[in-house]
């Protein structure tokens, strides 16, 4: 083992100040006495402390929880609200472009029956038409038999 080399050092001593000369290291203070008080702790109230404690931490932790909770559902509400409100308001401007679309098919589903209804009558006419026509013809044939059987 190498030689340990020592310094000699001079301390300085101040002389105290009137604050420092009331202090007297060989009496204890208030806080080395709370310290050891605190020392003089039975475990069992550490531990129901400490305990306390835990359970004050976590009933903390569970109403931010539920306050996180209610905030997102509120929020999802407001959001669905909203998704409502566009829809009904899309709803309506939709409804508000197609409506001169159906009143213009409505129109022509009219103008349809209405044309129907006048080629059924042409038909009609047509076919009571061709009736008495064949009817007259059937005459004159009639007739022209019977004048030339004479």
Do not use: F, W
Request: neutral net charge; hydrophobic residues 25%.
């Amino acid at each position: 083992m190498a030689p340990t080399r020592q310094k000699n050092t001079a301390k300085i001593v101040e002389q105290p100040s009137s604050s420092e000369a009331e202090y007297d290291p060989s009496q204890p203070d208030a806080s080395q006495s709370q310290s050891q008080q605190s020392q003089e702790i039975p475990a069992d109230t550490l531990k129901k402390l400490l305990d306390k404690t835990k359970q004050q931490n976590i009933k903390r932790r569970q109403k931010k929880e539920e306050e996180i909770e209610t905030n997102r559902r509120q929020a999802v509400q407001e959001v669905q609200r909203k998704i409502e409100a566009c829809h009904q308001e899309h709803q309506e401007k939709l409804r508000a472009l197609r409506q001169p679309q159906i009143q213009r098919l409505r129109e022509l589903l009219q103008e349809k029956q209405d044309v129907e209804k006048q080629l059924d009558q042409c038909y009609a006419t047509i076919d009571q038409s061709y009736s008495i026509a064949s009817e007259q013809i059937q005459a004159a044939v009639t007739d022209k038999i019977n004048n030339s059987t004479e």
